[in-house]
Structures are given as structure tokens and as C-alpha cells.
């Protein structure tokens, strides 16, 4: 199988886990949010581990401990993952999964957003109409819900955050995770032996600790799947995959979990989609003139 269609193949697998997401964490009720979320951190680094020493891939150890400022960017992005992961559990189990989706949908916009502010990107034209028809959107969406969709807008600014700062990081995924989780490892275990009795660990049969240590395997699998595929892919193309997950997470809150969806909320969404299809096309149309000159060059020699 040629690379590129390897590559996109993990890609669709990455996502299609993540968008599926809203399936598995319902399962580990009676659980609450946080519970959960400090199994999640330490299983997952169980997980990871586990790769690593299959790999035997160690060697990256050394050389991270002698750049505290990544192992600091690093600590910083277990932070904010703490926020997204603990915000989206808690909406997918208290019956948010539409809103949740929401979330991912602005993610790129917000990604935009930061370029601007925090980076001093200068966006094209085509870019503002997407991130003005976005902020459109979440007004249409607060005059709906009565208030801001804040479960969206935390997940998707934590989201971006966290890219954020793994771009600056410069540092593999599955080493990323690892250093994560070892930042989070301490208080998910001390919160862990803090619920004594409340603990629904072991307490509530076999298939849902099992469960609870599946938390760790279905993070760290779509994660690797996704590495695979960007080494892979062009950063396009995995820019238009990112979009499986938030259609799967609303098709789940609309058919699976029947959240109610009036025609306000239908008409903000609408609006959302817009502004997404706008910033694809854009992206396309950039990445084809970045091709261009190159294509004509080779082309002449």
C-alpha cells in the first residue's frame, strides 16, 4: 500500500476513534467526571510505557532533561488537556455531546485566532469571513442556550492552547504524552487514594474496572494513530480529516443520545459549518499556490 494512503487510513482511524468517544465514556458511570479523568492520566502513561518499551525507544530521555524550557512548555500543555479532557467528559455524561462537538467544530477558527493575537499572524481575507461568520455563530448559539456555549469554548480554546504549546514544545507525540502524563501522574494518584469508599474501582464488577483501564488505551491509541498519519500526509489533508471527529460527536448527540436540537440551534451550527467551509476552501486554495511556483519551476529545469 502506497504511504500516503497508508497514512491517511491512521489518520481516519484517529479521528474516527475520537469521534466515537462520546460512545465510550457513558460506559464507566457510575464514575463521575473526575474520577475518570485521573484513571484516564494514569493509564494512558501506562499505555505509552508500554509502547516505549516495545520500541525500545529511550534514547529521547537524556536529552529533554537538559531543555527545562520544553519540559516546561510540556507541563504547561498537561495543564490545559487536564481542563479539555475533564470539561469533556463531564459534557459527553451529563447529556452536552452536541455542544462538546461544537467545540471541535470553532477549534480551527480558534487556532486562527491565537495565530493573530499571540503569534502576529496577518490573516487573508478569505480567513476573516471564516473567524466573523464563527463569532456569528457562537451569538446565534448564546441567544439559544440562554447563556455562552462555554462547554465549547473551553474545549476549544484549552484545545488550542494545547497545540499551542506542543508546536513551541517541538517534541514527539508519543514522548509528549509521556512527559504529560508524568506531570499529571502525582495528582491523579492522590486524588485516586483520596476517594477511598467513593472509589468505583474494583467496586462495581471486572468490566468496568476494565473499562476504567481502557480510559488509558483509547487515549494513546488514536494519538499514535494520528502520528503516523501526519508523517505521512500533507498537513492539508489532515487539516480536512480533523473534521470526522465533531461530525461523528453530533451525529452521536443528535441519534444517539437524541439531544434536542431547535431550529436556533440548527441555524447556529448552520452557520458554524459556513464558516468551516470557508476556511477549507481557503486552505486549499492557499496550499495549491504554495505549490504553484514549485510545480512551474520543475517544470522549466
Known amino acids: ?86 470539561v469533556y467528559i463531564y459534557a459527553v455524561n451529563t447529556g452536552h455531546v452536541v455542544e462538546s462537538a461544537l467545540g471541535y467544530f470553532i477549534g480551527p477558527l480558534v487556532n486562527v485566532l491565537f495565530g493573530v493575537v499571540l503569534l502576529k499572524e496577518r490573516l487573508r481575507r478569505t480567513q476573516w469571513v471564516a473567524v466573523g461568520f464563527g463569532t456569528l455563530a457562537v451569538v446565534v448559539l448564546t441567544v439559544d442556550y ?3 456555549p462555554w462547554i465549547a469554548l473551553v474545549l476549544a480554546f484549552s484545545f488550542g492552547l494545547y497545540g499551542l504549546f506542543k508546536k513551541q514544545a517541538n517534541v514527539g507525540a508519543t514522548e509528549s504524552l509521556t512527559v504529560e ?29 476494565l ?11 488514536p494519538l499514535l494513530l494520528f502520528t503516523a498519519a ?51 476552501y481557503d486552505s486549499i486554495r492557499a496550499n495549491q499556490r504554495a505549490r504553484s511556483p514549485r510545480t512551474l519551476d520543475h517544470v522549466v529545469t
Open 1 to 86: 500500500m502506497p504511504d500516503l494512503r497508508r497514512g491517511v487510513l491512521f489518520g481516519v482511524a484517529a479521528y474516527v476513534i475520537w469521534g466515537l468517544f462520546p460512545l465510550y465514556w457513558p460506559l464507566l458511570k457510575p464514575a463521575g467526571a473526575v474520577e475518570i479523568l485521573a484513571h484516564r492520566m494514569v493509564w494512558s502513561l501506562v499505555a505509552v510505557v508500554v509502547v516505549l518499551a516495545v520500541w525500545r525507544h529511550w534514547g529521547w530521555i537524556r536529552p529533554l532533561l537538559r531543555q527545562p524550557r520544553k519540559i516546561g512548555l510540556l507541563a504547561l500543555a498537561a495543564a490545559v488537556i487536564t481542563v479539555n479532557w475533564g
Open 146 to 148: 440562554g447563556r455562552p
Open 181 to 209: 502524563n508524568l506531570v499529571l501522574l502525582v495528582p491523579a494518584l492522590i486524588y485516586l487514594g483520596t476517594l477511598g469508599e467513593a472509589s468505583t474501582f474494583g467496586r462495581e464488577g471486572v468490566a468496568h474496572a
Open 211 to 221: 473499562l476504567l483501564v481502557g480510559a488509558g488505551v483509547v487515549t494513546a491509541v
Open 230 to 280: 501526519a508523517i505521512r500526509v500533507p498537513l492539508s489533508t489532515v487539516g480536512l480529516l480533523q473534521y470526522i471527529a465533531p461530525v461523528l460527536q453530533f451525529l452521536c448527540g443528535v441519534l444517539v443520545a437524541h439531544e434536542v436540537m431547535p431550529a436556533s440551534r440548527w441555524i447556529g451550527f448552520s452557520i458554524v459549518w459556513l464558516a468551516l467551509a470557508v476556511f477549507a
